[in-house]
């Protein structure tokens, strides 16, 4: 008998014992609308308390600001998809001085440079959870995983029109549960670690810088 | 005044053997109170040290025990928070599906502990007459958790109003003794019982006050192990609740 | 290895409990971690109502365990994902070992996961020559200094930053001593980075594992779970067969009531929902996703309707956080690798009893485990029912088998002795006697040496309250 038969008939076995509960019916919550103001505000708050770096901007003249702090934070390069809309409209900002703009690091072997080399890199993000200050990425083949993980500083631009109560409530609008992507995400802040005699530290691995763009 | 009261007095084994002060002064402050106070000699002890250490027949041939010699139906005043939650609390779960189920709940349904009593029934009113004191309060973990008395210490406390409670360190903490567990791993029962006399004897009071006497059975044990070392000069006692009240509101029968 | 850990738990804790800079490290520690947790409950209707619903959650799942297994691995399977079933230690190494053998990996980088460490799979791995990197900081450090983790959620909680500044400079090339932890942190990330780039495969564990998308999640702070999940071509993920749950509408409850128990978060920096390996057109992300779901004990605690609770945990660590056994000895007394309360649980059933059977007694029931479980294991109760086990016989009438090892702690002695107490305390003509002797006392505390290593022998009252009862109310009479 294989190990998957075994357990199986083990674990089925014991169900004809007598005095098993039956398994009790979850209620689940109704989706609930939040004024959006309140939204906003709670997700800076909570996003704030970790550590996140928050800008508002407009729709319009965010590129303005990602050249603005790029130079400010004396980043050499930022990683940027030039496919996407957000892409195309950052690369209308450049040239900036001092920063130049990177992208095809994924399929040019370029695995080595965006390692070692690349400062910082820029993506969107799909929506944010006000509740847990949470920001949700689904990577995708013009914004791959390791844009939001490998470099040491990460923008993201976010819409305010996309701010969730809750996870559950994402989960529900959207439904997830239908297709979920073969990676997805949520991002609260910078990377961190307490392992260290408890004591709070920065960049352990993922990026030691997040910054919040959002668009009001 | 409640005259028409009885009640009966389950003393605890540790009381019986260690603390019968203790149990003369619930006695004569009930009895002060005006109710009568019935003291079956057949009781012995709730089974406690028999169930934690996993011998169940055991524990249950000693709980029908006690219940054979509480007939009736007055209500059963205990000594102690550990003791209470096992006749309480634990007894139907060790008779659960079996015969004596019924007569067990109908006992376990008049277990009352003590400070409970006193508050709760009684609402009685003390007359602090001094002097003025600083006091800590161990409350056993039973009590805290298993019968919800952490409040009662503190307002009998709060009662005596010549009475100042400190705080300690941890206070919610066990002390270590968990019965046969301070036998069988000594070592880890003893760093237990080190931390808390620390922090007893740290936080400003002359003595511990607690309901359990297997609490203090272990607690004063530790701190007079303690008093052979020199910084450990001014003695730190341990006392019964029902033994500090009796003493400070007259310590006379009517 | 077992005999070790059974006959080393008394002089382990006797070790640990004398050695004082260790229990002022746990203290602070858990002292820190609970006021974390405390501040993230300040609602007591909220805290009950949520751990109401994580309790209902785990059971239903539990219910429905084989079912949802099934679910789960054809759903995987649909998204890319390869499913391996493992019944012990040994075979979920070599399902692994085969996994990297066939790929040619020489260096398996590692997020963190306690099966892993539960099925001692670095030592194995390493006996066949592959190297098994620690890539969490906690377990970096740890398995840098040979040692096993100490807590299930903070690995090096037993290591000063001063011994981490020592063991870095001494260890990693080019590391001067500092103790500044910024520092430190930028140093285990310079030295992994390297790491990440070459590995060809990744293993992780999985916090919960969804039937109904095929999903597992893994939950971190510092990058490493997405960075090993990521980057190599090869990803293997190991988990429990009880972190089953049914619908991705049960996670956001478990997700919070986890995060907010371990480590006082509203929610960690990365929660990664992972369904599968890249899909065709993207450009990063595993070529190959592996899972192997262990049993390794958990069918038998499984089959008993008590015990089964035991398999509710989320490990969030707050029972370990808690007790103060675990805060005087330190996860390393335990032997075992899962210390502290779930410890004491569940290693009976993962190691058998025999291998465990200092355990269960190694509580005084104070029931702090229990007040702050999630999703309310009545850790006390099940302590208390291993307890029954460890001295009842298999076999013996009426009481079923339901465990390997029960029975370990029976000794015909100890049986008689709690049976001639119990006649003691049935029979008023011989307590009376043995009040009036040194017996009653023997009864009460059988180990005078144990005793009065830290207590003075209490001394028997002149008159019993028996006695002084009855003669005050013969007086008043």
């Known amino acids: 008998m294989s190990a998957r038969a075994h357990i199986l008939a083990k674990l089925t076995a014991s169900h004809d014992q007598p005095g098993w509960p039956d398994p009790v019916a979850l209620k689940t919550n109704p989706p609930r609308t939040i004024n959006a103001a309140d939204q906003l505000a709670q997700l800076k708050t909570m996003m704030a308390a970790a550590h996140t770096e928050i800008h508002e901007v407009s729709s319009e003249n965010w590129p303005e600001k990602v050249a603005e702090l790029t130079q400010a934070k004396n980043l050499n390069n930022l990683l940027i998809a030039p496919k996407t809309a957000l892409g195309k409209q950052l690369q209308a900002q450049w040239p900036v001085d001092g920063v130049t703009l990177k992208y095809d690091l994924h399929h040019s072997g370029g695995k080595e440079e965006l390692f070692f080399s690349v400062d910082a890199a820029l993506t969107s993000c799909r929506s944010a959870i006000a509740e847990s200050g949470s920001l949700v990425l689904w990577p995708s083949p013009a914004e791959p995983r390791l844009m939001s993980l490998v470099p040491p500083v990460h923008f993201v631009l976010l819409d305010a029109h996309n701010i969730y109560p809750s996870l559950a409530e994402v989960m529900q609008a959207e439904n997830w549960a239908a297709a979920m992507p073969s990676n997805a995400l949520l991002i609260s802040g910078p990377s961190k670690t307490a392992d260290i005699q408890q004591t709070l530290a920065y960049g352990a691995h993922g990026p030691k810088e997040l910054v919040l763009l959002i668009m009001v | 005044m409640h005259s028409n009261s009885s009640i009966s007095l389950f003393g605890t084994c540790v009381v019986d053997l260690f603390f019968p002060q203790a149990g003369m002064s619930a006695l004569k402050i009930l009895e002060r109170e005006g109710i009568q106070v019935n003291y079956p000699q057949a009781q012995s002890c709730c089974g406690q040290p028999a169930y934690t250490s996993g011998y169940s027949d055991e524990a249950r041939r000693v709980a029908l025990a006690q219940i054979a010699a509480f007939p009736g139906e007055d209500p059963i005043v205990v000594l102690s928070g550990s003791c209470a939650g096992m006749m309480k609390h634990h007894y139907p779960t060790l008779f659960h599906g079996m015969p004596e189920e019924e007569i067990v709940r109908q006992f376990s349904k008049r277990i009352i502990e003590f400070t409970a009593y006193l508050l709760e029934v009684l609402n009685i009113e003390l007359h602090d007459l001094g002097p003025a004191e600083s006091v800590a309060l161990h409350t056993s973990c039973t009590a805290r958790r298993e019968m919800g008395t952490l409040q009662n210490g503190r307002e009998l406390l709060r009662r005596l109003d010549k009475i100042d409670l400190k705080t300690h360190d941890h206070e919610s903490e066990c002390c270590g003794f968990g019965g046969t567990f301070s036998v069988r791993h000594p070592d880890i029962s003893a760093a237990m019982v080190q931390d808390k006399t620390a922090a007893l004897r740290q936080c400003g009071a002359s003595k511990v006050i607690s309901a359990d006497c297997g609490c203090l059975l272990n607690i004063t044990g530790a701190l007079q192990k303690q008093q052979a070392h020199p910084e450990n000069k001014t003695a730190f006692a341990g006392l019964h609740i029902a033994e500090l009240i009796w003493q400070r509101t007259g310590g006379k029968s009517q | ?477």
């Open chain 3, 1 to 477: 290895m077992k005999t070790e850990i059974l006959h080393n738990f008394t002089s382990r804790s006797r070790a640990a409990t004398a050695d004082e800079a260790q229990r002022g490290k746990f203290r602070s520690a858990m002292d820190f971690l609970i006021a974390k947790r405390a501040a993230q409950f300040p609602d007591p209707t909220e805290w009950a109502e949520l751990r109401e619903s994580g309790q209902q959650i785990r059971q239903r799942a539990l219910a429905y365990l084989p079912k949802l297994l099934v679910q789960f691995e054809q759903k995987a399977q649909q998204n890319g994902m390869t499913v391996h079933w493992a019944e012990t230690p040994l075979e979920a190494n070599q399902i692994i070992h085969g996994i990297l053998q066939r790929q040619q990996v020489r260096t398996l980088i590692k997020g963190k996961s306690m099966v892993s460490e539960e099925i001692e799979l670095n030592q194995y791995l390493q006996a066949h020559s592959i190297q098994a990197l620690e890539s969490d900081m906690g377990e970096f450090i740890v398995q840098m200094a040979d040692e096993k983790p100490s807590h299930i959620i903070m690995p090096a909680i037993h290591k000063s930053k001063q011994e981490i500044a020592a063991l870095f400079a001494a260890e990693i090339d080019d590391t001067p001593y500092t103790e500044d932890v910024d520092e430190l942190i930028q140093i285990g990330r310079q030295a992994l980075r390297q790491q990440f780039f070459n590995a060809d495969a990744g293993l992780s564990g999985v916090n919960f594992a969804i039937a109904e998308t095929g999903t597992l999640c893994l939950v971190e702070n510092e990058g490493n779970g997405r960075l090993s999940t990521s980057c190599p071509r090869v990803h293997i993920a190991i988990t429990g067969i009880e972190k089953m749950l049914e619908n991705l509408a049960d996670l956001p409850t478990l997700l919070t009531l986890l995060t907010r128990s371990a480590t006082g978060q509203p929610i960690t920096t990365y929660v990664n929902l992972i369904s599968g390996p890249r899909r065709a057109d993207e450009q990063d992300g595993p070529e190959e996703v592996h899972i192997v779901l262990l049993d390794n004990g958990r069918s038998q605690a499984y089959a008993d309707v008590q015990l089964r609770q035991t398999l509710q945990c989320i490990r969030c660590g707050a029972c370990m956080n808690h007790c103060p056994v675990y805060t005087r000895i330190g996860g390393h007394a335990y032997g075992t690798t899962y210390p502290g309360p779930i410890g004491s649980i569940i290693s009976p059933h993962l190691l058998g009893l025999a291998e465990t059977r200092d355990l269960p007694s190694a509580s005084t029931l104070c029931g702090a485990c229990g007040d702050v479980c999630p999703v309310k294991i009545p850790i006390p109760e099940l302590l208390l029912r291993l307890r029954v086990e460890n001295v009842t016989r298999a076999g013996t009438k009426d009481h079923p088998a339901v465990m390997r090892g029960q029975g370990a702690k029976y000794r015909l002695s100890e049986k008689l002795a709690w049976q001639a107490w119990s006649l003691l305390n049935t029979t008023p003509a011989l307590s009376l006697a043995s009040r009036r002797s040194a017996a009653g006392l023997r009864h009460l505390i059988p180990s005078v040496k144990a005793w009065t290593q830290a207590r003075v022998m209490p001394k028997i009252a002149p008159q019993s309250l028996h006695e002084l009862i009855k003669a005050h109310q013969e007086q008043k009479s």
